[in-house]
């Protein structure tokens, strides 16, 4: 399967647990974003990395939320002391950026978190 | 700033008939790009569709097509054929095309049921 994948699919902790998820994109995809999305809601975003460098982050990633993509391939997505409201998906997505005539997005399947 | 606003929260429609699911949105940008995305219970995010706002003719991709009203400030998603695997949530994004990061906004999403 060559698509984005993210693990874990579902993770299930205590408030003020940390939590890690992980996302592998497309391989030749250099641009990679987070979204998450709460239930009936559209995704929002949160941030996005071109190779290695963290472009742009959304008001939405508060100090406790920090993203990596160390190697410009996959990235992982770290919630620190987490709260209730955190529960949601986490969605990654891929992109070729530059070239690409439509730019779609290419997600994974999300990684699902419940706080309890 | 970029809004999209989908007023159907659900929607029902019979197996093999049409359904026209709505999309408007509001931007500063004066070129942009429009996208629909399927998303079923797995949770992936699935790309349909997409418009350009300089695009001569409303975009087709299969069953699927968009009418676009660029007066109107509306991008609708046309299903011929409905099937029962169209059943899922389907959300209207855009992203501005002066937008180097290729991020897209997302609306709230519509729930579509197929009937059998």
């Known amino acids: 399967d060559t698509g984005v994948s993210q693990d874990p699919r579902h993770k299930i902790t205590k408030r003020g647990q940390n939590v890690t998820f992980r996302c592998d994109p497309i391989s030749e995809h250099n641009r990679l974003y987070w979204y998450r999305q709460t239930l009936g809601q559209g995704p929002e975003f949160l941030t996005y990395?071109?190779?290695?460098?963290?472009?742009?982050k959304s008001r939405l990633l508060s100090d406790r939320f920090s993203a990596e993509r160390p190697k410009g391939s996959f990235s992982t997505l770290e919630i620190q002391r987490t709260e209730q409201g955190d529960s949601a998906m986490y969605l990654c997505?891929?992109?070729?950026?530059?070239?690409?005539?439509?730019?779609?997005?290419?997600f994974g399947e999300g990684s699902r978190l419940t706080v309890l | 700033a970029q809004k999209i606003t989908q007023t159907q929260p659900g929607m029902f429609v019979q197996e093999k008939e049409a359904v026209t699911l709505d999309c408007t949105y509001d931007?500063?940008?004066?070129?942009?790009?429009l996208f629909w995305y399927k998303q079923p219970s797995s949770g992936e995010m699935i790309f349909l569709i997409y418009?350009?706002?300089?695009?001569?003719q409303n975009a087709t991709e299969g069953r699927y097509s968009l009418n676009f009203q660029k007066a109107r400030k509306s991008a609708n998603l046309v299903i011929s054929a409905s099937q029962l695997g169209d059943s899922a949530m389907y959300f209207c994004a855009m992203r501005g095309l002066n937008n180097a990061g290729n991020m897209l906004t997302f609306g709230g999403g519509t729930r579509l049921m197929v009937k059998p």
């Open positions: 990395f071109q190779n290695e460098a963290q472009l742009e």
């Open positions: 418009q350009g706002s300089y695009d001569q």
């Open positions: 931007t500063s940008d004066p070129s942009y790009g």
């Open positions: 997505a891929s992109s070729l950026g530059q070239g690409a005539r439509t730019g779609e997005l290419f």
